[in-house]
């Protein structure tokens, strides 16, 4: 496969088949996107990788935590801004009634929607999850490096027919995942991602995002008119 391929055919998958994930290939992969690229070669990342009864005792956690506060844990690097504008806000509209809409849960069943909500905190049944911690002195640019990272791995990971689900949402429980895995105060979660084989059988997985034409999001200045 390649990387075009590879790009068109990426998608966030939110149904993963039970089939465990070998280690050697989960290491495998992980090998080569430590080749993405890194400003200054900081490579501002770490990664923390669990399976069996580790990425159970995570499920179990961020359940616990929820429980205990269904608005999750503040923290200081919210998932998204206080407010999304136009047209940001109606995209993220957009695809949360789309995926609902597959799924069957009508807009007022609140449990519905929340039930699906709390399958990011079972990595959607993937047997792996990655966590990305960076260091909080980092600033914005090191974090768009761990994104790049985060986009390799998934590259990597469809190359070799593997699904991934990249999950801001497990900043909702940063601060249990963080006492969890006990890292230093210097030290927080960026967000987790899901890895194992896609169930092509789950209506979830049939959801195709749009992205806005070419012409809406860049301005070309300076060449020759065709």
């Known amino acids: 496969m390649n990387v075009e391929t590879a790009v068109k055919q990426r998608k966030s998958v939110r149904a993963f088949k039970p089939d465990p994930v070998a280690l050697d290939e989960v290491r495998a992969i992980l090998d080569i996107a430590r080749a993405a690229p890194s400003g200054g070669n900081l490579q ?7 399976s069996g009864a580790e990425r159970d005792a995570v499920v179990a956690l961020a359940q616990k935590a929820l429980n205990e506060n269904p608005r999750g844990e503040a923290g200081e690097f919210p998932i998204y801004p206080a407010e999304v504008k136009e047209p940001h806000r109606s995209r993220r509209y957009k695809v949360g009634e789309d995926m609902y809409q597959i799924l069957g849960i009508p807009r007022e069943d609140k449990l519905g929607r929340l039930g699906q909500m709390s399958r990011n905190y079972q990595f959607f049944g993937a047997p792996v999850g990655i966590f990305f911690v ?26 070799r027919g593997l699904a991934t689900c ?44 749009e992205r806005a034409p070419l012409d809406e999001i860049a301005i ?6 065709a």
């Open 134 to 159: 960076i260091d909080r002195s980092m600033g914005h640019g090191q974090w768009a490096h761990v994104g790049m990272l985060m986009q390799t791995i998934c590259l990597v990971a469809e190359a």
């Open 166 to 209: 990249m999950q801001e949402a497990w900043a909702m429980v940063r601060q249990s995942l963080a006492r969890h895995f006990e890292l230093p105060d210097h030290e927080v979660i960026y967000c987790g991602l899901a890895l194992g084989y896609e169930d092509k059988s789950a209506p979830i997985n049939q959801l195709q995002t």
């Open 44 to 50: 501002p990342w770490k990664m923390i990788v669990v």
């Open 220 to 225: 070309f200045k300076g060449f020759e008119a």
